[in-house]
């Protein structure tokens, strides 16, 4: 199906995603946003919000195993000072049984950390992934015209990814670490203000080249993510068209192009381990440098008496657990910034309003619909061609249980009839009527529900035979549609199938001939027993055996329903009530098929071409 642009789009309205998917969703991984400011993240406080006990508890625990930890050192101080300095064995066994009496309480707080910090980050992803879904779902078809379905792919994918790494691990991580330093440094001064003071003068000669160097490590692991991305790009892009590529032999070629990405990818990444490991080397050297002076200043306090071992000890201790902490929150930092630049994304899709939702105050349809439409003076352009309408003081009214058919040449708005009927579109202007009432005075979903839909390509879906007609309609009992099945002459090929109705047909029924998935779509808009019926060229893609017995079910699904038929191939709608024909968005002739050729008009010209051929 193409748009009034020449542009495709799937039945549903959408651009044809193809290739670009797999590029777009491989570029996403690779090439994740960073973004110093972490105010983003503020957006998943309603998430957590809703589950304010595991928050609490997680927070508590946090607390509890931080404390806990300060606490290891002051036991493993009472160990040297007073168990062996004093040389008893029951000062040592005393000693020891504080340390572990604390490292016993360490050890259940911190299993308690990481159980309720866990559970509240995978519950928080589990609702962000929810609402984002169903939040997608709402969104109007004129939003997936300037935004690529893969792009919104990545953004559910990738990017809750990387809040799920941030919630479930990095941000209790960060938490923890950040509550080690303050409360390291806090103790530190505690203990020995002098050697407190020695470690204020000794961290910025060791923070100043792990920063300087850091910087030019993540260019590098930026630019090797890029090169990485460009061969999964043309990756994705060869297997998605791999039936071109060996109808044309070009395997080696292709071979070759990803071999070529991969090495440069290789290449960039070895310079990335490069710089990497120099900065390791440099910040371990400075780091035990440091530590190395800082236990030589403390043994000369010792010496002088102004410190017990068991006080350098714990300092050192202390001492550790904050360089540590620092360098932990060093890893941790660039998840954070990647998690709030992919939060940002995730919340200006969550923050993407419809174009088409329910007023209001919506105004009710009959009960039950008639099926009388009217589009009065209809004027509609695309979002992306408002300077081309579709559709130009476009006038039909259609009788309920009335059969119209509409044709004309290719861009003469046909298909957008039926997307502003279906309310994926408002009109700019006049009025579409249902039954008398002005859809964009209706809920959307009221209106669809009113309507089953066959097209030319209808999408299936994966799962059972009997699951893909029950997706017209989630209530459907196995008899309805079963019967549904029957009156789409589907029923044949269902039965011979190795499970009959519950085999599966593989992801979008491909297991399944084209003739056999449009039986099965018109099953599908069957069980609706809706009373207005929409075909959107569902025949012309099919071989004449085909044809004729998708022909003969939607002769039946038409009898007794409001129906609007597009077709091309004019033999379809021979039998059609009225034919409207259209031109330019409006409609230039109307009436049965002998009066229409018997006009001479744009109809006859276009019926004298495809009968002449036929014919020929």
């Known amino acids: 199906m193409t748009d009034v642009n020449g542009g495709e789009i799937s039945a549903d309205g959408r651009p044809g995603a193809g290739a670009e998917l797999a590029q777009s969703l491989s570029e996403a991984a690779a090439r994740r946003p960073r973004r110093k400011d972490i105010r983003p993240l503020a957006h998943l406080l ?7 006990g595991d928050a609490l508890a997680a927070g508590f625990f946090l607390l509890f195993s931080t404390s806990a ?7 493993f101080k009472e160990v040297i000072d007073k168990g062996f300095a004093k040389g008893s064995h029951g000062s040592v066994n005393s000693a020891f049984l ?13 299993a308690a950390r990481f159980f309720f910090v866990t559970r509240l980050g995978e519950r928080v992803v589990a609702d962000l992934r929810r609402a984002l879904y169903g939040h997608v779902l709402s969104l109007d078809p004129a939003y ?8 919104v792919l990545s953004r559910m994918t990738t990017d809750v990814t990387l809040i799920d790494q941030l919630v479930g691990a990095s941000a209790s991580i960060a938490i923890r670490n950040t509550l080690s330093l303050v409360g390291g440094l806090g103790y530190m001064a505690v203990v020995s203000p002098k050697l407190a003071g020695f470690i204020v003068l000794m961290v910025p000669v060791v923070l100043a080249p792990m920063f300087l160097m850091g910087r030019n490590v993540r260019k590098l692991s930026a630019t090797a993510q890029d090169r990485f991305a460009d061969a999964v790009g043309y990756a994705g ?11 044309f032999v070009r395997e080696r070629e292709a071979d070759r192009r990803f071999g070529s990405a991969v090495e440069t990818a290789f290449d960039a990444s070895v310079r990335r381990i490069r710089a990497r490991a120099m900065m390791t080397s440099v910040v371990i050297t400075l780091a035990f440098g440091g530590v190395t002076l800082l236990l030589w200043f403390g043994a000369q306090l010792v010496l002088k008496g102004e410190m017990t ?4 000890a714990q300092f050192a201790l202390l001492a550790i657990m904050a360089a540590g902490s620092v360098g932990a929150l060093g890893e941790v930092w660039g998840d954070v910034q990647k998690a709030s630049g992919a939060m940002d994304r995730i919340a200006e899709l969550l923050n993407a309003k419809p174009g088409i939702a329910p007023p209001e105050a919506p105004k009710a349809l009959p009960s039950p619909v008639r099926g009388e439409i009217a589009f009065s003076d209809v ?14 003081g476009f006038s039909l009214t259609v009788k309920p249980g009335e059969t119209v058919a509409l044709v004309g040449p290719s861009g003469a708005g046909k298909s957008t009839v039926l997307r502003l009927l279906l309310r994926f579109y408002d009109p700019q202007g006049g009025a579409i009527r249902l039954d008398g009432v002005d859809l964009r005075e209706a809920t959307p979903a009221e209106v669809r529900g009113t309507m089953a839909l066959v097209a030319q390509d209808s999408p299936l879906f994966s799962g059972s035979a009997m699951d893909n ?16 099945a029957d009156a789409a002459q589907a029923t044949g090929f269902i039965t011979a199938l190795p499970q009959g109705f519950d085999t599966p047909v593989g992801e979008r029924a491909k297991t399944l001939s084209g003739g056999q998935r449009q039986r099965l779509a018109i099953a599908r808009a069957l069980v609706r027993q809706a009373p207005i019926l929409l075909l959107d060229e569902a025949t012309s893609a099919l071989d004449a055996e085909n044809e004729r017995l998708v022909q003969q079910a939607l002769d039946a699904a038409m009898s007794g329903r409001t129906t609007l038929v597009i077709a091309h191939r004019l033999a379809t709608v021979l039998q059609a009530d009225r034919i409207v024909v259209m031109e330019e968005g409006r409609v230039v002739e109307e009436g049965t098929h002998a009066d229409l050729v018997a006009r001479g008009g744009l109809y006859s010209r276009l019926a004298r071409l495809q009968f002449g051929v036929e014919a020929a």
């Open 46 to 52: 309603p998430f957590v919000r809703r589950h304010i």
């Open 69 to 75: 930890t300060l606490g290891l050192t002051a036991a």
């Open 98 to 110: 504080l340390l572990g009496g604390v490292a016993l309480v360490l050890a259940v707080a911190t």
């Open 144 to 151: 997936f015209l300037k935004t690529r379905t893969g792009e």
């Open 237 to 247: 892009e060869s297997l998605d068209a791999l039936d071109t590529v060996q109808a």
């Open 309 to 312: 071992p068991g006080t350098l």
């Open 379 to 392: 004027a509609f352009a695309y979002p992306g061609r408002p300077d081309l309408p579709a559709l130009n």
């Open 469 to 484: 007609i029950r997706f017209g309609r989630a209530d459907a009992t196995e008899e309805e549609a079963r019967a549904a």
